[in-house]
């Protein structure tokens, strides 16, 4: 569905308010991109300090987390 403007939305089930995503500032992508790539170095035999178990996944998730919040929060 799209809104009077053309800018497509998705309504929450519970509530039936209108949730409009945004996108991510230049820094909030390129933060997000920077943890994806720690996360994916590892994996091509580049040796990065290990500070927790299973750095990879958690880094990689953080990305996304970094990611999402951009989406949802206007201005960051």
Known sequence: M????GIPYFRLAVE????????????????SLVIAIL????????TIPHYFPNQEYWL??????VLM????VKGL
């Open 2 to 5: 799209v809104l009077d403007d």
């Open 16 to 31: 039936g308010k209108i949730m409009r995503l945004n996108a991510p500032t230049i820094f909030i992508f390129l933060l």
């Open 39 to 46: 996360a994916l170095v590892p994996k091509f035999g580049v």
């Open 60 to 65: 990689a998730i953080l990305a996304y987390v």
């Open 69 to 72: 919040i951009g989406n949802l």
